[in-house]
């Protein structure tokens, strides 16, 4: 019985390189696929490229393809990638570069180009899911609008003997989705198969989060050799039912505890998890632990998808300021509040614009707004931050917090400050009838 | 006894939402779980800063519970002023919830 074994080689654009170089030489793969792309890079990389029409894709490509391309084409295995971020094209030239610096010959890349739909969307008449606004609200601000595709331009690209798949804005599980549908020859509405395909892909998507990443509290779940933690891949059979690992000899764990903690990750109704080419279900989902880091996957099933792609609008937001500083010893957390208020009043005086402001303890209640300290904590950092309409504004708060080492309470110290520019997300959807995909070849 | 106790947890993100599992580490403390720890103090604990709408969904056959709530992350993480404007850390404080069991 055929298996098809798929790792993952990065869970997001940041990630470790040496897991996914143990997995493409020791894992047996016959695809390797990377996650890089989060909601808002794409956005970012719109604006790179606006900027150079070279430049708009994942600045680690390079890096990531010299450290898996010997394996890979020594042992067949395919990659598959969402780094084309706002250029796929360009990142599939950047590829080529790459295979033939390192005397490769003959190797297929692929570049799915269609996702990017920011004309139709700003010629259409869409509503904003967010606000229920219509998205011509945003006037000038909008840089970007990107669907999120399903997998028929990977299978396309598979089937065309691609031997790296370079995406834009594809939905994530379908970077592993895709190439179970091109080796099993799943029907397009074969729902339970392509439900328990996206389980496979949503598992594998985050990478280390399926095997101890996340998850380590010691005393309560102990993670063996975190240092080396390895990434998953999962052997896959015909029916979407599938085994996830990892390779022999690396950290990590994969347990039937952290596949539950991955299953339900970014999951909202656990019967209804929405995607390009089915609505997966994952509520009868279950897990066996088979042996020591082997998990059976089975019980996944789908429904009819909606017909309708979710589409990522990016848009400039104004801009956020911020200041920080540190105080310590007895009387600490009064110090903390004194400074914040001494703050919030000096702005109100001085009068930059502040849309939105927050302003916290580290040490107290900056993850959860309205905490109260047990017992007096022994340092505290106070953060305060804001948003303004201006750059200019913006950097008035950090300024206001940096003051404070001189005129506000007493022992202060440590500061820093910052102002960025903020590019918001919003969501509208279209139908899946206005987007097509395209497959260029490139061969090095 | 806390959550923490019999119970770990994760927090995932999307958008303006937020969601946190509750898992139990062993069969037998499930029905514990499922009864003691509702929608409602779920909310209770986070408090009117992240919403107050809360949700719950139940897995039986994997002994967990998916928490989601709604306008909790202060516009989600492309434009929240929070430090950890993922939420990823919320979960965790969950884990403080007071079990009667």
Redesign the interface.
């Known amino acids: 019985m055929k298996t098809i074994r798929i790792g993952s080689g990065a869970g997001f654009a940041g990630d470790r390189i040496e897991p996914a170089v143990e997995l493409v030489e020791k894992g047996g793969l016959d695809y390797l696929s990377f996650e890089c792309l989060a909601?808002?890079t794409i956005a970012l990389s719109q604006q790179e490229k606006m900027r150079d029409p070279s430049a708009g894709y994942d600045r680690m490509l390079e890096r990531r393809l010299k450290a898996v391309l010997p394996a890979a084409r020594a042992n067949g295995t395919k990659i598959i990638t969402n780094m084309g971020a706002a250029n796929p094209k360009a990142a599939a030239e950047a590829a080529r570069r790459v295979a033939r610096g390192m005397g490769m010959k003959g190797l297929r890349i692929a570049a799915v180009t269609g996702d990017d739909i920011l004309d139709l969307i700003l010629a259409g008449d869409y509503t904003l899911d967010?606000s229920g606004r219509p998205v011509s609200d945003l006037g000038n601000k909008i840089v970007s609008a990107n669907a999120y595709t399903g997998l028929d331009g990977i299978v396309d690209a598979l089937a065309k003997d691609a031997d790296i798949v370079i995406t834009g804005r594809a939905a994530d599980p379908v970077l592993f989705l895709a190439p179970l549908v091109h080796e099993f020859d799943w029907a397009r509405d074969d729902w339970s198969a392509l439900g328990r395909g996206t389980l496979v892909g949503h598992l594998l998507e985050c990478a280390a989060q399926v095997t101890g990443g996340?998850?380590a509290?010691p005393g309560?779940?102990d993670v063996p050799d975190m240092l080396h933690i390895g990434y998953p891949l999962a052997e896959v059979q015909a029916d979407g039912s599938a085994i996830v690992t990892k390779v022999d000899g690396s950290g990590g764990i994969v347990s039937?505890?952290t596949c539950?903690?991955?299953?339900?990750?970014?999951?909202?109704?656990?019967?209804a998890y929405f995607q390009p080419d089915v609505i997966a279900d994952f509520?009868?989902?279950?897990?066996h632990q088979e042996g020591p880091d082997r998990v059976a996957v089975d019980?996944a099933d789908g429904r009819a998808r909606t017909g309708l792609l979710k589409v990522s609008v990016g848009y400039v937001?104004g801009w956020?300021g911020e200041g920080q500083i540190s105080y310590a010893g007895p009387g600490a957390e009064e110090r903390g509040r004194l400074a914040l208020q001494l703050v919030e009043q000096r702005l109100a005086e001085l009068g930059p614009s502040v849309v939105?402001?927050?302003g916290?303890l580290?040490g107290v209640n900056?993850?959860?707004?309205?905490?109260v300290s047990q017992a007096p904590p022994r340092e505290v950092r106070m953060?305060f931050?804001?948003?303004c309409e201006t750059k200019d504004d913006a950097i008035r708060i950090g300024e206001e917090v940096e003051s404070l080492y001189l005129n506000g309470p007493y022992g202060g110290g440590g500061v820093t400050k910052q102002a960025r520019e903020?590019?918001?997300?919003a969501?509208t959807f279209v139908p899946e009838d206005l987007v097509s995909q395209t497959v260029t070849i490139l061969e090095s | 006894m806390r959550l923490r106790d019999i119970a770990h947890s994760r927090t995932g993100d999307k958008g303006d939402t937020c969601n946190i599992s509750v898992i139990a580490y062993r069969a037998e403390d499930w029905p514990l779980i499922q009864s003691e720890v509702t929608a409602e103090r779920v909310a209770a604990h986070f408090g009117p800063a992240m919403g107050g709408n809360v949700v719950r969904y139940e897995l039986p056959q994997l002994h967990a519970l998916n928490f989601v709530l709604r306008g909790a992350l202060a516009g989600g993480v492309t434009r929240s002023l929070a430090l950890d404007a993922h939420g990823k850390a919320l979960g965790s404080t969950i884990l403080d919830m007071e079990i009667d069991g």
């Open positions: 909601e808002r967010e996340y998850f509290d309560m779940k039937t505890a539950t903690e991955q299953l339900l990750y970014e999951v909202h109704d656990p019967s509520s009868g989902v279950t897990f019980g937001d956020i939105e402001s927050r916290e580290i900056s993850v959860l707004p309205g905490a953060r931050a804001a948003r903020v590019v918001g997300i969501s």
